[in-house]
Every structure is written in structure tokens, then in C-alpha cells.
């Protein structure tokens, strides 16, 4: 009888252990989706707003309203950059994305037009992103890993800029896309 009563306390405790085990693992899981919602939500706070406003960097060199590398990072000009202290300041703001060390960081510059000493002030997105890239998407439907495009594409009507695809990989999701509209430039 005795052995009895051992073996359903052992059992017990296996079945307590393996339910708190996954109590912890859906508490990492929420928070790590929470997240990535919050980055979401601000890289989509930034890309609907984006505006046709183009920029000077920190050699005077005029640099488009939304520029998309070879690296697979992202730098634009949006509107809607609150001031609530009415700061002698624009209310257009210059953003970036990129990531560093496995993390990804939105970048923005404190000016429109840089000096060549105005640095990119970062804030921490989302850590633990393997991997992350962004296409602009034409009206065609088609995906350029490139933009602004250049030489005769540039003309074209079928080119239009229509939106913005992200795809990220990041733990333990894997891979994540999103599409976003945008404004028209």
C-alpha cells in the first residue's frame, strides 16, 4: 500500500513540474510576442506615414525619401513627429531601420537636413532577429530589394511605389512577413 501511495506522489510531482514547466514557457512565449506586436506596430506607425520629403546627409548630398540598400535596411522620411513641447524642430522626421548584433534598432536623426556631426539616435526594437530584410513593392505587384529604382525604370508608371514588404526571422516565431500600403510619393 505504501509503494502505492510513493508511486502516485512521484507521478504527482512529474505532472506539477511538467505544468509549470509549461507555464513558463507560455509566459516567455507571450512576452516575446508582445514584442514583436510593439515592433510591428511602430514600423507600421512609421511606414504608413511616410512622406515625399527627400533629405540631405552629411555631405550635403541629396538622398531620396525612402531609400532601401543592399543590406536590406530601410531609411525614410515620415510625417507626424509629434511636439508637444514646441521645439524649434520639424514635424517630419528621418527614420531608419538596421540591425546590429542580432537586434533590430529603429534609427531616427534629430534634423532633416544632417551636419556632419549629427549622429542617429537608436531605440531597441526587437532582439534575438536572425535575419531581416525589406522590398518595396511596384503596382505591378512586383518586389525590388532596391530603391529608388534607377535608369528607365524610374519612369515607368507600372513602378510606382504601392508598398513595402518585411520579412524577419526571429526566435522562436521563424520567419515573419508583413506588407504595408503606403502613400503614394
Request: avoid cysteine.
Amino acid at each position: 500500500m505504501l509503494s502505492v501511495f510513493a508511486i502516485l506522489g512521484v507521478i504527482a510531482s512529474q505532472i506539477v513540474n511538467r505544468v509549470l514547466d509549461n507555464q513558463r514557457t507560455l509566459a516567455e512565449r507571450g512576452d516575446r510576442l508582445a514584442q514583436v506586436q510593439r515592433a510591428m506596430l511602430i514600423l507600421q506607425r512609421d511606414i504608413i506615414q511616410l512622406n515625399p520629403r527627400g533629405v540631405r546627409d552629411e555631405l550635403g548630398d541629396v538622398r531620396e525619401p525612402l531609400m532601401i540598400g543592399a543590406d536590406g535596411m530601410i531609411e525614410f522620411t515620415r510625417a507626424g513627429w509629434r511636439n508637444p513641447l514646441q521645439q524649434p524642430r520639424s514635424e517630419l522626421q528621418r527614420v531608419g531601420y538596421v540591425i546590429q548584433e542580432e537586434t533590430l534598432y529603429r534609427a531616427y536623426w534629430p534634423v532633416l537636413d544632417r551636419a556632419p556631426d549629427t549622429e542617429p539616435i537608436l531605440q531597441e526594437l526587437l532582439p534575438d532577429v536572425t535575419q531581416i530584410e525589406f522590398f518595396a513593392v511596384d503596382v505591378s505587384g512586383n518586389e525590388h530589394s532596391f530603391w529608388p529604382l534607377l535608369g528607365d525604370y524610374a519612369d515607368d508608371p507600372n513602378t510606382a511605389l504601392a508598398g513595402i514588404v518585411l520579412r524577419l526571422d526571429s526566435e522562436p516565431f521563424g520567419a515573419i512577413e508583413r506588407l504595408w500600403e503606403v502613400p503614394s510619393l
